[in-house]
């Protein structure tokens, strides 16, 4: 227990580490038994909880020991809605771990002596299907997904995830990674990271599958919640591959990111090359 608490040097990508660790717990359980006709589908989101409806994911339940003032319930909304959400809650604000800048997704923090109040609110506004609270992100539907994110994906009160379908790439445009990586060991075969803005992904297609990184945009920030490799490719090098040609294509874009994925904090923290494209250095204290 000793290990887990010691300190070295401070680094943001330690304090990563260290909250991917952390329990995880149900955040303000009582917001999804307030919308829980609706079969909620819940999923870990690096210490927080995500929680989405039908095809949208709605709210991000965060309750950490760090950073306190970010706690509550995220609003997936978006700019043009602040004004009027902000006359149903007047304390919501902007995401400080996110910096400076208004950023899209509000939070109602639970500092707020209303916050539960507030909290239900806005879940009546979910049951009412008010167009201001929900956001389509990107649907892991390729044939090649199981293991960690159908193990993650949790109904909650009783909810059906909908079957899992295969997608191609024809016909999609996509934004292409300028230096196209080659696996080891397969000299001959040279894969590209696309940027599926459509689905919100980047994606590295291999034999075998699509190796992916899923991503939320806010503003110029890339927000990377989660990244993924079809089982029979994991250990060969894919995923790093495919981390540094989504950020080859976040540095062309002249982008930040904000990396919420365990796998992605890892490979930054192993290339210091990369530090200069965080949002914020402090983004995981």
Request: charged residues 30%.
């Amino acid at each position: 227990m000793s290990k887990a608490h010691r300190r070295q040097a401070s680094h943001p990508f330690d304090e990563a580490i260290l909250a991917a660790k952390r329990d995880k717990g149900v955040p303000h359980e009582f917001v999804l038994d307030e919308i829980a006709r609706l079969a909620p589908v819940t999923r870990p989101m690096f210490g927080c909880l995500a929680v989405y409806v039908q095809d949208k994911i709605v709210l991000i339940l965060r309750d950490k020991q760090k950073s306190r003032a970010d706690n509550g319930v995220w609003l997936a909304t978006a700019v043009e809605h602040h004004e009027s959400l902000r006359r149903e809650f007047p304390r919501m604000r902007s995401i400080h771990v996110f910096g400076q800048a208004p950023t899209q997704w509000q939070v109602l923090p639970a500092d707020d002596p209303d916050f539960e109040a507030a909290a239900i609110r806005a879940c009546q506004l979910i049951l009412a299907c008010d167009p201001r609270i929900g956001r389509i992100p990107v649907r892991r539907r390729s044939a090649s997904r199981t293991g960690a994110y159908a193990r993650s994906a949790k109904p909650f009160g009783g909810g059906r995830r909908g079957l899992p379908r295969q997608v191609g790439v024809r016909g999609r445009k996509m934004l292409t990674a300028g230096p196209q990586v080659e696996r080891q060991g397969e000299a001959s075969m040279k894969m590209t990271v696309r940027d599926d803005s459509a689905r919100q992904r980047y994606e590295l297609e291999v034999e075998g599958g699509v190796a992916f990184v899923d991503y939320l945009r806010d503003g110029r920030k890339v927000i990377m919640t989660h990244a993924e490799v079809p089982l029979p490719l994991r250990g060969g090098g894919i995923g790093a591959a495919l981390v540094k040609g989504a950020l080859a294509l976040v540095r062309e874009r002249g982008e930040k990111v904000v990396p919420l994925c365990p796998f992605v904090v890892q490979y930054m923290r192993r290339h210091p090359e990369t530090h200069d494209l965080l949002a914020e250095r402090h983004v995981f204290d």
